[in-house]
Protein backbone atom coordinates (compact mmCIF):
# COMPACT_ATOMS: atom_id res chain seq x y z
CA UNK A 1 0.00 0.00 0.00
CA UNK A 2 1.54 2.91 -0.72
CA UNK A 3 1.27 6.46 1.29
CA UNK A 4 -1.53 7.77 -0.65
CA UNK A 5 -3.27 5.11 -0.13
CA UNK A 6 -3.45 5.18 3.67
CA UNK A 7 -3.97 8.91 3.48
CA UNK A 8 -7.87 8.23 3.13
CA UNK A 9 -7.71 6.11 6.53
CA UNK A 10 -6.55 9.46 8.66
CA UNK A 11 -4.33 7.68 10.45
CA UNK A 12 -0.77 8.73 10.68
CA UNK A 13 0.22 5.50 12.15
CA UNK A 14 -1.27 2.89 10.60
CA UNK A 15 0.99 -0.30 10.30
CA UNK A 16 0.17 -0.44 6.36
CA UNK A 17 2.96 2.28 5.97
CA UNK A 18 6.47 1.13 4.33
CA UNK A 19 8.19 2.18 7.18
CA UNK A 20 5.99 0.39 9.53
CA UNK A 21 8.27 -2.12 10.31
CA UNK A 22 11.77 -0.23 10.57
CA UNK A 23 11.17 1.13 14.05
CA UNK A 24 13.45 -1.59 15.69
CA UNK A 25 12.32 -2.33 19.51
CA UNK A 26 9.99 0.40 20.11
CA UNK A 27 7.19 -0.99 21.36
CA UNK A 28 4.94 1.80 20.73
CA UNK A 29 5.23 4.08 17.77
CA UNK A 30 2.04 6.14 17.95
CA UNK A 31 2.85 9.65 18.31
CA UNK A 32 0.74 11.53 21.10
CA UNK A 33 1.25 15.16 21.12
CA UNK A 34 3.08 16.09 24.67
CA UNK A 35 0.76 17.33 27.61
CA UNK A 36 1.38 21.38 27.24
CA UNK A 37 -0.47 23.78 25.42
CA UNK A 38 2.74 25.08 24.73
CA UNK A 39 6.62 25.47 24.93
CA UNK A 40 6.88 27.57 27.51
CA UNK A 41 4.87 24.95 29.95
CA UNK A 42 7.19 22.04 28.65
CA UNK A 43 10.38 24.76 29.97
CA UNK A 44 8.16 25.15 33.49
CA UNK A 45 7.70 21.53 33.76
CA UNK A 46 11.05 20.46 33.06
CA UNK A 47 12.67 23.31 34.82
CA UNK A 48 10.54 22.06 38.52
CA UNK A 49 12.05 18.25 37.53
CA UNK A 50 15.16 19.07 37.52
CA UNK A 51 15.69 22.34 39.54
CA UNK A 52 18.96 21.23 40.68
CA UNK A 53 20.85 19.94 37.50
CA UNK A 54 23.01 22.14 35.39
CA UNK A 55 21.15 22.74 32.38
CA UNK A 56 23.30 25.01 30.24
CA UNK A 57 27.28 25.38 30.27
CA UNK A 58 28.91 27.92 27.72
CA UNK A 59 32.73 26.42 27.14
CA UNK A 60 34.80 29.35 25.38
CA UNK A 61 37.95 27.85 23.29
CA UNK A 62 40.38 28.73 26.53
CA UNK A 63 38.31 26.30 28.86
CA UNK A 64 37.01 29.10 30.33
CA UNK A 65 33.33 28.18 31.18
CA UNK A 66 30.08 29.61 33.11
CA UNK A 67 26.71 27.70 33.98
CA UNK A 68 23.14 27.58 34.79
CA UNK A 69 20.90 25.01 36.72
CA UNK A 70 17.49 24.25 35.49
CA UNK A 71 16.20 26.38 38.26
CA UNK A 72 18.39 29.90 37.77
CA UNK A 73 17.16 29.37 34.00
CA UNK A 74 13.31 29.26 34.68
CA UNK A 75 13.97 32.39 37.28
CA UNK A 76 16.04 34.08 34.81
CA UNK A 77 13.29 33.70 31.54
CA UNK A 78 10.77 34.56 33.94
CA UNK A 79 12.40 38.27 34.62
CA UNK A 80 13.11 38.61 30.79
CA UNK A 81 9.99 37.66 30.28
CA UNK A 82 8.31 40.21 32.66
CA UNK A 83 10.53 42.64 31.87
CA UNK A 84 9.26 42.14 27.84
CA UNK A 85 5.37 42.37 28.74
CA UNK A 86 5.73 45.16 31.92
CA UNK A 87 9.14 47.44 31.46
CA UNK A 88 8.89 47.32 27.62
CA UNK A 89 4.54 47.24 27.34
CA UNK A 90 4.74 44.62 24.50
CA UNK A 91 1.73 42.26 23.76
CA UNK A 92 1.07 38.76 22.74
CA UNK A 93 1.86 37.96 19.70
CA UNK A 94 4.52 40.70 19.48
CA UNK A 95 7.98 39.70 17.63
CA UNK A 96 11.28 39.99 19.53
CA UNK A 97 14.22 39.28 17.23
CA UNK A 98 17.23 37.54 18.79
CA UNK A 99 20.61 37.47 17.06
CA UNK A 100 23.84 36.14 19.08
CA UNK A 101 25.73 32.89 18.77
CA UNK A 102 25.49 30.31 21.37
CA UNK A 103 25.98 31.46 24.78
CA UNK A 104 24.06 31.41 28.44
CA UNK A 105 21.58 34.62 27.22
CA UNK A 106 20.57 32.76 23.99
CA UNK A 107 18.00 29.90 26.06
CA UNK A 108 17.54 32.93 29.22
CA UNK A 109 15.90 35.39 26.34
CA UNK A 110 14.13 32.95 24.29
CA UNK A 111 12.87 30.65 27.03
CA UNK A 112 11.66 33.97 28.57
CA UNK A 113 10.10 35.23 24.77
CA UNK A 114 8.20 32.09 24.96
CA UNK A 115 6.89 33.25 28.35
CA UNK A 116 6.08 36.02 27.23
CA UNK A 117 4.09 34.79 24.53
CA UNK A 118 6.57 36.02 22.17
CA UNK A 119 7.29 35.11 19.18
CA UNK A 120 10.74 34.82 18.37
CA UNK A 121 12.54 35.84 15.47
CA UNK A 122 15.84 33.83 15.11
CA UNK A 123 18.73 35.71 13.58
CA UNK A 124 21.56 34.51 11.76
CA UNK A 125 24.30 37.23 14.03
CA UNK A 126 26.81 36.63 10.85
CA UNK A 127 24.50 38.33 8.69
CA UNK A 128 25.49 41.83 7.45
CA UNK A 129 23.48 45.31 8.11
CA UNK A 130 21.53 44.56 4.95
CA UNK A 131 20.47 41.32 5.59
CA UNK A 132 19.40 41.71 9.03
CA UNK A 133 17.61 45.28 7.53
CA UNK A 134 15.13 42.76 5.98
CA UNK A 135 14.51 40.09 8.12
CA UNK A 136 13.82 42.78 10.98
CA UNK A 137 11.52 44.78 8.62
CA UNK A 138 9.62 41.60 7.18
CA UNK A 139 9.30 40.06 10.41
CA UNK A 140 7.60 43.60 12.08
CA UNK A 141 10.15 42.55 15.21
CA UNK A 142 9.62 45.42 17.57
CA UNK A 143 12.56 44.74 20.05
CA UNK A 144 16.29 43.37 19.15
CA UNK A 145 18.75 41.35 21.44
CA UNK A 146 21.71 41.27 19.96
CA UNK A 147 25.45 40.12 21.46
CA UNK A 148 27.85 43.04 21.48
CA UNK A 149 30.46 41.02 19.19
CA UNK A 150 28.04 42.70 16.49
CA UNK A 151 26.22 45.83 17.80
CA UNK A 152 27.94 48.09 15.47
CA UNK A 153 26.04 46.55 12.77
CA UNK A 154 22.61 47.68 14.69
CA UNK A 155 22.02 51.83 13.57
CA UNK A 156 22.20 50.37 9.70
CA UNK A 157 19.96 47.52 10.78
CA UNK A 158 17.43 49.54 11.90
CA UNK A 159 16.90 51.67 9.41
CA UNK A 160 12.83 51.31 8.42
CA UNK A 161 12.21 48.93 10.95
CA UNK A 162 9.40 49.05 13.99
CA UNK A 163 12.68 48.06 16.32
CA UNK A 164 12.13 50.59 19.27
CA UNK A 165 14.30 48.69 21.70
CA UNK A 166 17.69 47.34 21.73
CA UNK A 167 19.01 44.82 24.43
CA UNK A 168 22.92 44.21 24.47
CA UNK A 169 24.12 40.41 25.53
CA UNK A 170 27.59 39.12 25.93
CA UNK A 171 29.15 36.62 25.82
CA UNK A 172 30.10 36.53 29.29
CA UNK A 173 27.09 37.02 30.53
CA UNK A 174 26.73 35.01 33.92
CA UNK A 175 30.50 34.43 34.46
CA UNK A 176 31.69 35.31 37.52
CA UNK A 177 32.59 39.28 37.33
CA UNK A 178 36.37 39.21 37.44
CA UNK A 179 36.49 36.66 34.99
CA UNK A 180 33.94 38.39 33.23
CA UNK A 181 36.17 41.65 33.03
CA UNK A 182 38.99 39.95 32.18
CA UNK A 183 37.85 37.92 28.92
CA UNK A 184 35.71 40.89 27.86
CA UNK A 185 39.11 42.83 28.51
CA UNK A 186 40.60 40.19 25.56
CA UNK A 187 38.00 39.91 23.33
CA UNK A 188 38.39 44.05 22.94
CA UNK A 189 41.65 43.79 22.40
CA UNK A 190 41.17 41.47 19.68
CA UNK A 191 38.77 43.73 18.15
CA UNK A 192 36.37 41.09 18.87
CA UNK A 193 34.04 43.64 20.55
CA UNK A 194 33.65 46.69 18.10
CA UNK A 195 33.06 50.05 19.75
CA UNK A 196 29.26 50.97 19.22
CA UNK A 197 27.41 54.08 20.26
CA UNK A 198 24.08 53.43 19.59
CA UNK A 199 21.94 53.15 22.89
CA UNK A 200 21.13 49.94 24.18
CA UNK A 201 19.94 48.16 27.22
CA UNK A 202 22.08 46.06 28.71
CA UNK A 203 20.96 42.34 29.21
CA UNK A 204 21.58 42.45 32.41
CA UNK A 205 19.14 45.37 33.17
CA UNK A 206 16.32 43.29 31.70
CA UNK A 207 16.51 40.19 34.58
CA UNK A 208 16.44 42.87 37.77
CA UNK A 209 12.62 42.20 38.73
CA UNK A 210 10.94 39.61 39.60
CA UNK A 211 7.86 39.01 38.75
CA UNK A 212 5.93 35.99 36.12
CA UNK A 213 3.94 36.09 33.15
CA UNK A 214 0.37 34.01 32.83
CA UNK A 215 1.54 31.72 29.16
CA UNK A 216 -1.67 31.64 27.86
CA UNK A 217 -0.36 30.50 24.44
CA UNK A 218 -2.24 28.35 23.35
CA UNK A 219 -1.14 25.14 20.63
CA UNK A 220 -2.25 26.69 17.29
CA UNK A 221 -0.40 30.24 18.51
CA UNK A 222 2.58 31.39 16.49
CA UNK A 223 5.88 30.34 18.51
CA UNK A 224 9.00 31.37 16.21
CA UNK A 225 9.61 32.87 12.60
CA UNK A 226 12.22 30.82 11.54
CA UNK A 227 14.08 32.58 8.55
CA UNK A 228 14.64 30.11 5.45
CA UNK A 229 16.19 31.04 2.10
CA UNK A 230 13.51 30.24 -1.06
CA UNK A 231 14.53 29.03 -4.04
CA UNK A 232 13.35 33.06 -5.16
CA UNK A 233 16.44 33.91 -3.21
CA UNK A 234 14.06 35.99 -0.13
CA UNK A 235 14.23 35.14 2.72
CA UNK A 236 10.77 33.85 3.94
CA UNK A 237 9.76 33.18 7.69
CA UNK A 238 8.46 29.83 8.07
CA UNK A 239 5.75 30.39 11.14
CA UNK A 240 6.09 27.79 13.56
CA UNK A 241 3.62 26.82 15.71
CA UNK A 242 4.14 25.94 19.53
CA UNK A 243 2.30 22.50 18.40
CA UNK A 244 4.62 22.35 15.53
CA UNK A 245 7.79 22.45 18.32
CA UNK A 246 5.89 19.94 20.84
CA UNK A 247 5.26 17.74 18.20
CA UNK A 248 8.89 17.29 16.88
CA UNK A 249 9.75 17.08 20.33
CA UNK A 250 7.41 14.23 21.17
CA UNK A 251 8.73 12.42 17.79
CA UNK A 252 12.14 12.46 18.40
CA UNK A 253 11.27 11.21 21.84
CA UNK A 254 9.20 7.99 20.64
CA UNK A 255 11.85 7.56 17.99
CA UNK A 256 14.98 7.57 20.63
CA UNK A 257 13.03 5.51 22.96
CA UNK A 258 15.11 4.45 26.08
CA UNK A 259 18.49 5.86 23.66
CA UNK A 260 18.01 9.12 25.97
CA UNK A 261 18.52 8.67 30.04
CA UNK A 262 16.77 11.46 31.66
CA UNK A 263 18.32 13.97 33.63
CA UNK A 264 21.85 11.73 32.57
CA UNK A 265 22.74 13.06 29.18
CA UNK A 266 25.07 15.69 28.43
CA UNK A 267 24.52 17.21 24.83
CA UNK A 268 27.70 18.91 22.61
CA UNK A 269 26.05 21.53 21.00
CA UNK A 270 28.44 23.12 17.84
CA UNK A 271 25.96 23.57 15.85
CA UNK A 272 24.47 27.03 16.36
CA UNK A 273 21.46 27.31 17.92
CA UNK A 274 19.39 30.52 15.64
CA UNK A 275 19.68 27.14 13.30
CA UNK A 276 16.14 24.80 13.58
CA UNK A 277 18.10 21.60 14.19
CA UNK A 278 19.65 22.61 17.23
CA UNK A 279 17.23 24.93 18.41
CA UNK A 280 14.58 21.96 18.58
CA UNK A 281 17.07 18.95 18.93
CA UNK A 282 19.62 20.34 20.97
CA UNK A 283 17.86 23.11 23.25
CA UNK A 284 14.09 22.01 23.74
CA UNK A 285 14.26 18.13 23.30
CA UNK A 286 17.29 18.01 25.67
CA UNK A 287 16.02 20.21 28.15
CA UNK A 288 12.35 18.47 28.24
CA UNK A 289 14.80 14.99 29.09
CA UNK A 290 16.61 16.95 31.47
CA UNK A 291 20.06 16.88 29.95
CA UNK A 292 23.07 19.24 30.33
CA UNK A 293 23.71 21.15 27.55
CA UNK A 294 27.14 22.26 26.24
CA UNK A 295 27.29 25.49 24.30
CA UNK A 296 29.96 26.03 21.81
CA UNK A 297 30.18 29.55 20.69
CA UNK A 298 31.78 29.12 17.37
CA UNK A 299 33.10 25.34 16.31
CA UNK A 300 35.57 26.90 13.84
CA UNK A 301 38.48 25.64 14.26
CA UNK A 302 37.34 22.58 15.32
CA UNK A 303 40.09 22.97 18.11
CA UNK A 304 37.14 24.98 19.87
CA UNK A 305 35.62 21.65 20.74
CA UNK A 306 38.48 19.99 22.37
CA UNK A 307 38.09 21.22 26.08
CA UNK A 308 34.13 20.61 25.90
CA UNK A 309 35.29 17.02 24.46
CA UNK A 310 38.06 16.74 27.32
CA UNK A 311 36.37 18.39 30.27
CA UNK A 312 33.09 16.53 29.81
CA UNK A 313 31.37 13.33 29.67
CA UNK A 314 29.60 13.97 26.36
CA UNK A 315 27.08 11.65 25.65
CA UNK A 316 25.57 13.20 22.70
CA UNK A 317 26.55 14.57 19.87
CA UNK A 318 24.82 16.44 16.34
CA UNK A 319 26.98 17.93 13.09
CA UNK A 320 27.60 18.01 9.24
CA UNK A 321 29.88 16.33 7.75
CA UNK A 322 32.59 19.18 7.43
CA UNK A 323 32.27 19.14 11.28
CA UNK A 324 32.87 15.23 11.99
CA UNK A 325 35.36 15.09 9.16
CA UNK A 326 37.23 17.85 10.68
CA UNK A 327 37.53 16.43 14.10
CA UNK A 328 38.61 13.03 12.47
CA UNK A 329 41.38 15.23 11.45
CA UNK A 330 42.72 16.29 14.65
CA UNK A 331 45.03 14.05 16.56
CA UNK A 332 43.78 14.93 19.81
CA UNK A 333 40.09 13.58 18.94
CA UNK A 334 41.37 10.32 17.34
CA UNK A 335 43.68 9.26 20.14
CA UNK A 336 41.27 10.04 22.78
CA UNK A 337 37.65 10.05 21.27
CA UNK A 338 34.91 10.50 23.72
CA UNK A 339 34.42 7.21 25.68
CA UNK A 340 30.46 7.85 26.24
CA UNK A 341 29.09 9.24 23.42
CA UNK A 342 26.45 6.91 22.47
CA UNK A 343 24.47 9.18 19.55
CA UNK A 344 25.73 11.29 16.68
CA UNK A 345 23.16 12.98 14.72
CA UNK A 346 23.63 14.59 11.17
CA UNK A 347 22.13 16.65 8.93
CA UNK A 348 22.41 20.17 6.74
CA UNK A 349 24.35 18.41 4.34
CA UNK A 350 24.94 14.73 2.85
CA UNK A 351 27.01 12.35 5.04
CA UNK A 352 29.94 11.00 3.09
CA UNK A 353 30.44 7.17 3.88
CA UNK A 354 34.10 7.37 4.10
CA UNK A 355 33.59 9.69 7.30
CA UNK A 356 30.61 7.57 8.81
CA UNK A 357 32.52 4.90 8.61
CA UNK A 358 36.00 6.37 9.99
CA UNK A 359 33.45 7.89 12.71
CA UNK A 360 32.88 4.08 13.73
CA UNK A 361 36.09 3.50 14.17
CA UNK A 362 37.27 5.53 15.84
CA UNK A 363 34.57 6.49 18.29
CA UNK A 364 32.84 2.77 18.39
CA UNK A 365 29.12 4.16 17.50
CA UNK A 366 27.59 5.38 14.65
CA UNK A 367 26.47 8.76 12.82
CA UNK A 368 22.70 8.62 12.09
CA UNK A 369 21.65 10.46 9.55
CA UNK A 370 18.51 12.67 9.06
CA UNK A 371 16.47 15.22 7.31
CA UNK A 372 14.68 17.98 7.98
CA UNK A 373 14.04 21.87 6.97
CA UNK A 374 13.08 24.93 8.75
CA UNK A 375 9.81 24.23 7.35
CA UNK A 376 9.09 21.39 9.13
CA UNK A 377 10.10 22.53 12.54
CA UNK A 378 12.97 20.45 11.86
CA UNK A 379 12.60 16.96 11.65
CA UNK A 380 10.90 14.70 8.64
CA UNK A 381 13.32 11.45 8.94
CA UNK A 382 16.26 9.80 10.39
CA UNK A 383 17.49 6.62 11.11
CA UNK A 384 16.19 4.71 13.76
CA UNK A 385 17.86 4.34 17.11
CA UNK A 386 16.71 1.34 17.32
CA UNK A 387 15.98 0.28 14.31
CA UNK A 388 18.72 -0.79 11.32
CA UNK A 389 21.20 2.47 10.21
CA UNK A 390 21.13 2.40 6.37
CA UNK A 391 24.17 4.64 5.53
CA UNK A 392 23.80 6.60 2.56
CA UNK A 393 19.92 7.39 3.36
CA UNK A 394 18.20 9.72 5.77
CA UNK A 395 16.31 7.31 7.58
CA UNK A 396 12.57 7.07 7.96
CA UNK A 397 9.51 9.24 8.60
CA UNK A 398 8.92 10.21 12.50
CA UNK A 399 5.90 8.93 13.74
CA UNK A 400 3.12 10.84 13.08
CA UNK A 401 4.71 11.77 9.51
CA UNK A 402 3.68 10.46 6.34
CA UNK A 403 6.07 11.35 3.18
CA UNK A 404 5.80 10.38 -0.11
CA UNK A 405 7.83 10.82 -3.79
CA UNK A 406 5.30 12.53 -6.38
CA UNK A 407 5.99 13.19 -9.68
CA UNK A 408 5.31 17.04 -11.36
CA UNK A 409 1.62 16.72 -10.97
CA UNK A 410 1.74 15.48 -7.43
CA UNK A 411 1.31 12.02 -7.92
CA UNK A 412 3.07 9.20 -6.09
CA UNK A 413 5.73 7.51 -8.34
CA UNK A 414 6.91 3.99 -8.27
CA UNK A 415 9.14 2.60 -5.25
CA UNK A 416 12.53 3.29 -6.47
CA UNK A 417 11.54 5.84 -8.73
CA UNK A 418 13.14 9.84 -8.12
CA UNK A 419 10.79 12.35 -7.73
CA UNK A 420 9.73 15.22 -4.95
CA UNK A 421 9.51 14.58 -1.80
CA UNK A 422 6.39 15.81 0.30
CA UNK A 423 5.54 15.44 3.56
CA UNK A 424 2.48 15.76 5.97
CA UNK A 425 2.69 16.16 9.64
CA UNK A 426 2.07 17.81 12.91
CA UNK A 427 5.27 19.72 12.94
CA UNK A 428 4.60 21.23 9.66
CA UNK A 429 4.39 25.09 9.66
CA UNK A 430 1.63 26.67 9.01
CA UNK A 431 3.21 28.80 6.54
CA UNK A 432 5.32 31.69 5.37
CA UNK A 433 5.10 35.48 6.81
CA UNK A 434 3.20 37.67 4.95
CA UNK A 435 3.68 35.17 1.87
CA UNK A 436 0.33 33.76 0.94
CA UNK A 437 1.35 32.87 -2.18
CA UNK A 438 4.48 31.42 -1.57
CA UNK A 439 2.37 29.58 0.99
CA UNK A 440 0.05 28.17 -1.49
CA UNK A 441 2.78 26.86 -3.44
CA UNK A 442 4.72 24.93 -0.49
CA UNK A 443 1.68 23.81 1.02
CA UNK A 444 -1.09 21.80 -1.25
CA UNK A 445 -3.74 19.93 0.28
CA UNK A 446 -1.36 19.88 3.23
CA UNK A 447 1.62 18.66 1.85
CA UNK A 448 4.17 20.50 2.21
CA UNK A 449 6.49 20.46 -1.00
CA UNK A 450 10.61 20.44 0.21
CA UNK A 451 11.73 20.94 -3.14
CA UNK A 452 13.94 17.85 -2.68
CA UNK A 453 14.46 15.30 -5.23
CA UNK A 454 14.43 11.85 -3.37
CA UNK A 455 13.81 7.81 -3.63
CA UNK A 456 12.07 5.83 -1.44
CA UNK A 457 13.15 1.97 -1.65
CA UNK A 458 10.99 -0.77 -0.53
CA UNK A 459 11.40 -0.88 3.31
CA UNK A 460 10.83 2.53 4.11
CA UNK A 461 14.16 4.41 3.77
CA UNK A 462 14.80 7.46 1.93
CA UNK A 463 17.46 8.98 0.04
CA UNK A 464 17.91 12.13 -1.12
CA UNK A 465 18.99 12.50 -4.91
CA UNK A 466 19.58 15.90 -5.52
CA UNK A 467 19.42 18.86 -3.88
CA UNK A 468 16.51 21.93 -4.25
CA UNK A 469 17.32 22.96 -8.43
CA UNK A 470 19.87 25.74 -7.56
CA UNK A 471 21.04 25.57 -3.86
CA UNK A 472 24.68 25.72 -3.17
CA UNK A 473 26.10 23.77 -0.33
CA UNK A 474 28.68 25.72 1.48
CA UNK A 475 30.09 23.30 4.60
CA UNK A 476 26.50 22.48 5.10
CA UNK A 477 25.34 25.87 4.68
CA UNK A 478 22.32 26.70 1.99
CA UNK A 479 23.33 29.53 -0.44
CA UNK A 480 20.74 30.73 -2.88
CA UNK A 481 22.00 31.65 -6.17
CA UNK A 482 19.53 34.85 -6.21
CA UNK A 483 20.18 36.24 -2.95
CA UNK A 484 23.74 36.26 -4.15
CA UNK A 485 23.11 38.12 -7.82
CA UNK A 486 20.72 40.31 -6.13
CA UNK A 487 23.51 41.44 -3.91
CA UNK A 488 26.03 41.49 -6.90
CA UNK A 489 23.49 43.77 -8.80
CA UNK A 490 23.59 46.47 -6.15
CA UNK A 491 27.46 47.30 -8.10
CA UNK A 492 27.22 49.80 -10.42
CA UNK A 493 29.85 48.49 -12.90
CA UNK A 494 27.83 45.04 -12.81
CA UNK A 495 25.38 44.37 -15.79
CA UNK A 496 24.14 41.29 -14.89
CA UNK A 497 25.42 38.16 -12.76
CA UNK A 498 24.95 34.58 -12.64
CA UNK A 499 25.55 32.55 -9.87
CA UNK A 500 26.34 28.87 -9.35
CA UNK A 501 28.21 25.62 -6.96
CA UNK A 502 31.29 24.06 -7.97
CA UNK A 503 32.28 21.08 -6.10
CA UNK A 504 35.62 21.21 -4.36
CA UNK A 505 38.03 18.96 -2.95
CA UNK A 506 36.35 19.03 0.90
CA UNK A 507 33.23 17.71 -0.60
CA UNK A 508 31.30 20.61 -0.09
CA UNK A 509 30.58 23.98 -2.76
CA UNK A 510 32.34 26.72 -3.46
CA UNK A 511 30.36 30.10 -4.64
CA UNK A 512 31.54 31.12 -7.71
CA UNK A 513 29.92 34.32 -9.92
CA UNK A 514 29.66 34.80 -13.53
CA UNK A 515 29.89 38.60 -14.29
CA UNK A 516 29.54 40.76 -17.12
CA UNK A 517 30.23 44.44 -16.78
CA UNK A 518 30.39 47.68 -18.21
CA UNK A 519 33.78 48.40 -16.33
CA UNK A 520 36.50 46.63 -18.26
CA UNK A 521 38.75 47.94 -15.06
CA UNK A 522 36.78 45.94 -12.62
CA UNK A 523 38.51 43.03 -10.82
CA UNK A 524 37.29 40.07 -9.09
CA UNK A 525 38.79 41.41 -6.17
CA UNK A 526 36.37 44.14 -6.58
CA UNK A 527 33.46 41.96 -6.80
CA UNK A 528 34.39 40.23 -3.71
CA UNK A 529 34.65 43.03 -1.66
CA UNK A 530 31.32 44.87 -2.71
CA UNK A 531 29.87 41.32 -1.79
CA UNK A 532 31.99 41.00 1.90
CA UNK A 533 29.99 44.19 2.34
CA UNK A 534 26.74 42.53 1.45
CA UNK A 535 26.91 39.12 2.20
CA UNK A 536 27.52 36.63 5.41
CA UNK A 537 31.21 35.15 4.86
CA UNK A 538 29.64 31.92 3.68
CA UNK A 539 27.75 33.59 0.49
CA UNK A 540 30.33 35.87 -1.16
CA UNK A 541 31.71 34.42 -4.18
CA UNK A 542 34.82 32.73 -3.75
CA UNK A 543 35.94 32.83 -7.59
CA UNK A 544 34.67 35.06 -10.16
CA UNK A 545 34.86 35.09 -13.80
CA UNK A 546 34.06 37.68 -16.48
CA UNK A 547 31.94 37.09 -19.33
CA UNK A 548 30.66 39.59 -22.33
CA UNK A 549 27.37 38.16 -22.31
CA UNK A 550 25.41 35.10 -19.93
CA UNK A 551 23.67 32.29 -21.67
CA UNK A 552 19.69 32.87 -21.29
CA UNK A 553 16.54 31.21 -22.67
CA UNK A 554 14.52 33.04 -25.22
CA UNK A 555 12.48 35.31 -22.78
CA UNK A 556 15.68 36.36 -21.01
CA UNK A 557 16.06 34.11 -18.51
CA UNK A 558 20.06 33.51 -17.41
CA UNK A 559 20.49 29.69 -17.94
CA UNK A 560 22.77 28.83 -14.78
CA UNK A 561 22.09 25.21 -15.81
CA UNK A 562 24.95 25.34 -18.90
CA UNK A 563 27.27 27.45 -16.74
CA UNK A 564 27.04 24.32 -14.23
CA UNK A 565 27.42 21.90 -16.82
CA UNK A 566 30.51 23.71 -17.87
CA UNK A 567 32.25 24.12 -14.94
CA UNK A 568 31.43 20.22 -14.04
CA UNK A 569 33.31 19.69 -17.59
CA UNK A 570 36.12 21.92 -16.32
CA UNK A 571 36.51 20.14 -13.33
CA UNK A 572 36.83 16.74 -15.17
CA UNK A 573 39.13 17.73 -17.45
CA UNK A 574 41.45 19.50 -15.20
Known amino acids: MTTKDTEATGDLNTEALPWAKEYGDIEDTTFRPLPFNNVAEMIRDASRQYANHTAFTVVLPTGAAASLTYREVDELSDRFA ?14 VAVQMPNCLAYPVASFGIFKADCVLVNVNPLYTAR ?10 AKVLVVIDMFADKVPQALEGTQVKHVIKTSLTNFFPPLK ?7 LKLKKQIPKSDWPTIPFGATLKKQGKVDMQAKPETLAVLQYTGGTTGVAKGAELMHSNLLANIAQIEIMNGDTTKAGEEVVLTALPLYHIFAFTFNMLFFYRSGGHNLLCPSPRPVDNLRPMFENYEVTKFSGVNTLFQGLLNTEWFTSNPPKKLNLTISGGTALHTAVAEKWFQVVGSRILEGYGLSETSPTLCVNPTKGENRPGTIGIPLPGTLVRI ?29 RPEETAKALKDGWFHTGDIAIMDERGYFRIVDRKKDMIDVSGFNVFPNEVEDA ?50 YKVPKQVIFRDDLPKTPVGKILRKELKEEALSESKNA
Do not use: C, W
Not at 82 to 95: E, T, V
Not at 131 to 140: A, C, T, V
Not at 502 to 510: A, F, Q, R, Y
Open 82 to 95: YYLRNDLGLSAGDR
Open 131 to 140: EMNHQLKDSG
Open 180 to 186: RVLINTV
Open 406 to 434: VDENDEPVPVGEPGELVAKGPQVMRGYAN
Open 488 to 537: LAMHPDIIEAAVIGVPNDSGSETVRAYVSSSNPKLTAEDVIAFARENLTA
